[in-house]
């Protein structure tokens, strides 16, 4: 494999710098929205201004500082304006800042994005804990109904979403880290999995947690199998297939059937029969609609007993039916083609992590939403690299930088 080192341009730098305080400002919003600050004091001019000054900066990088091909160009065009679309329909922008951040990250180190994400994310959620404990933020309590379990969510908006935010963080330092896992790696792992299965009880985040630290013990010691060509036809089409998993067994989920109710009951909590509520009462819709998604676990908002429960847990759920049919299968189909560049790059870590996100998503709503999910963006640098693969074989990847 042939490297050219090349000094690095002052315009590189301005670009870098000009992405990140974007990137920072967008998760800095994101991660707001998912704790109960937004309960203490009202910030939505702060925010406001926040993503407009990314879009600035990310507008500035790509228009002064990036290139980009007519083939890349025409992916933008197609995924930025689908994406508005949906968002108007919708009347749910978040979404944006997923897309700005991805279509920005052209040139951008991937783990730099990755530990841009660690470090903040691990001083938010830290920041939000305290203040929970201690009485500045609230620190809401709910009973599992089928357990008697007392969960609390630390000052996020749901016990399961403080999980999450565990999850994805771990998620990252495995990224990142540079050396090979040791005992006390996996004593921590475990402790922490302790912690949340007693505070949180929040199931899906604990076996994802375990399931992460076998996976990356395996990658460490018998890295090899995660470069066989099964692996890597697992790593490309798993989003695709959970995604039409999720929404074919939703469609299908009867209420009045003793089997589904108890398979519901006992993998999905209940989600099934809230995704099929959704879908009876709004449907789908090419590019997406205003749904009110109400959950009885956050108490700020007004919660409309005549509609009940409507939160849909499921990601891929909530893309087909609030950013609409065309969108969720644009997001599939990069998704795909960005996983298949993943793992044909060797980059068997993403591919890993990838898989792990993918099956999480079939009950979480984290797939597209930059305050937990930070590999979510950096696809953008394979959406829209100028890499090149070639090999003779699966597993020794010559790769071509242009």
């Not at 398979?263 to 009876?280: P, Q």
Request: contains cysteine; hydrophobic residues 50%.
């Amino acid at each position: 494999m042939k490297i050219t080192i090349r000094k690095a341009s002052s315009t590189v730098k301005a670009g870098d710098a000009a992405y990140f305080l974007a990137f920072i400002l967008l998760f800095m919003c994101d991660f707001y929205n998912t704790t109960t600050f937004k309960g203490l004091v009202d910030i939505t001019f702060l925010l406001n201004a926040a993503r407009v000054l990314s879009v600035i900066l990310i507008t500035v990088k790509c228009v002064y500082i990036d290139s980009y091909s007519i083939k890349h160009l025409i992916v933008i065009t197609l995924l930025v304006g689908v994406a508005a679309i949906s968002v108007f329909s919708s009347n749910t922008a978040a979404l944006l800042d997923f897309i700005l951040l991805a279509v920005g990250c052209r040139g951008i180190d991937d783990k730099k994005i990755v530990k841009t994400y660690f470090v903040f994310g691990t001083i938010y959620l830290l920041i939000t804990m305290v203040c929970s404990l201690t009485g500045v933020i609230e620190n809401y309590s709910t009973i599992r109904a089928t357990t008697g379990t007392l969960r609390y969510s630390f000052g996020i908006v749901y016990s399961t979403d403080f999980a999450a935010h565990v999850f994805f963080l771990i998620l990252a330092f495995h990224y990142i880290r540079d050396r090979r896992i040791k005992l006390l790696d996996i004593i921590i792992h475990i402790l922490i999995v302790a912690f949340l299965n007693r505070y949180c009880d929040s199931r899906l985040s604990e076996a994802m947690i375990l399931m992460t630290l076998i996976l990356f013990i395996i990658y460490d010691f018998r890295g090899e199998i995660f470069g066989s060509r099964v692996f890597g036809f697992i790593s490309t089409w798993v989003t695709v297939g959970c995604g039409i998993f999720s929404v074919v067994i939703t469609n299908l989920y009867s209420g009045s059937s003793v089997a589904w109710v108890a398979i519901d009951e006992l993998l999905f909590s209940n989600r099934l029969k809230i995704g099929k509520k959704v879908i009876d009462m709004y449907g789908f819709t090419p590019f997406g609609q205003f749904i009110k998604m109400q959950g009885m676990g956050y108490k700020v908002y007004d919660y409309d007993t005549s509609i009940g429960t409507t939160y849909i847990d499921s990601s891929y759920l909530q893309i087909i039916l609030i950013y609409g049919t065309v969108f969720f299968v644009i997001m599939m189909a990069a998704y795909t083609y960005c996983a298949k560049k993943v793992y044909l790059s060797g980059n068997r870590k993403l591919s890993i992590i990838l898989v792990l996100i993918a099956v999480s998503c079939i009950i979480n709503q984290y797939l597209t939403n930059i305050a937990y999910n930070p590999f979510v963006v950096i696809f953008g640098t394979y959406l829209l690299s100028n890499r090149s693969f070639n090999s003779a074989e699966v597993g020794r990847r010559k790769i071509v930088l242009k």
